[in-house]
T-cell receptor, first 113, second 111 residues
Framework: KAGVTQTPRYLIKTRGQQVTLSCSPI?????VSWYQQTPGQGLQFLFE???????NKGNFPGRFSGRQFSNSRSEMNVSTLELGDSALYLCASSLRQGLAEAFFGQGTRLTVV | DAKTTQPPSMDCAEGRAANLPCNHSTISGNEYVYWYRQIHSQGPQYIIH???NNETNEMASLIITEDRKSSTLILPHATLRDTAVYYC????????????FGDGTTLTVKP
């Protein structure tokens, strides 16, 4: 079956702009989680969606937001980009909430200049 | 979520068993132990998880101590492709988890 698809794979944006990243989960998976990965901070949890509702949120400012659609696809948005937002953004999908057997996408590499 | 402690790095000879330890002394009764690994430039890959019983699947075995304060991931016959960062995560199977991955253990399998 097809894996988790994240688009785009690479993105370059300017400070102050906003960006939207997309994640298509594995068919039948209803849970989607987002993570930010940077060399200094490691893998940090952003938020988790299940059945179109945000179930958990990490410690990120309000500039980071997300949503999940009825087909389980998810988007995350970062407004007013800062240099420190440069990171690999990873999406994971699973059948149920939680970490059990979650499948990760390849990520979107965002560079803010 | 409970905090986990893992050694920053370990080496293992190819073909030998790799035993990766994880301490989670503040784990609570409803929290599971999950193991993921991340090979360079790829997204993390699920390996195994457990609550209190030992678990085994096609990839690895998970041994959880009786007091649940520590666990060991065992890769029975490590190959060069098992070189990766291994993360031990503790999280409740409820709405209240934030899935902190921590720094993990960099396992290097050597020929």
């Amino acid at each position: 079956k097809a894996g988790v698809t994240q688009t785009p794979r690479y993105l370059i944006k300017t400070r102050g702009q906003q960006v939207t990243l997309s994640c298509s989960p594995i068919s039948g998976h209803r849970s989607v989680s987002w993570y930010q990965q940077t060399p200094g901070q490691g893998l940090q949890f952003l938020f988790e969606y299940f059945s179109e509702t945000q179930r958990n949120k990490g410690n990120f400012p309000g500039r980071f937001s997300g949503r999940q659609f009825s087909n389980s696809r998810s988007e995350m948005n970062v407004s007013t980009l800062e240099l420190g937002d440069s990171a690999l953004y990873l999406c994971a999908s699973s059948l149920r909430q939680g970490l059990a057997e979650a499948f990760f996408g390849q990520g979107t590499r965002l560079t803010v200049v | 979520d409970a905090k986990t402690t893992q050694p920053p790095s370990m080496d293992c000879a190819e073909g030998r068993a790799a035993n990766l330890p994880c301490n989670h002394s503040t784990i609570s009764g409803n929290e599971y132990v999950y193991w993921y690994r991340q090979i360079h430039s790829q997204g993390p890959q699920y390996i195994i998880h457990g609550l209190k019983n030992n678990e085994t699947n096609e990839m690895a075995s998970l041994i959880i101590t009786e007091d649940r304060k520590s666990s060991t991931l065992i890769l029975p016959h490590a190959t060069l492709r098992d070189t990766a960062v291994y993360y031990c995560i503790v999280r409740g199977n409820t709405n209240a988890g934030k899935s902190t991955f921590g720094d993990g253990t960099t396992l290097t399998v050597k020929p």
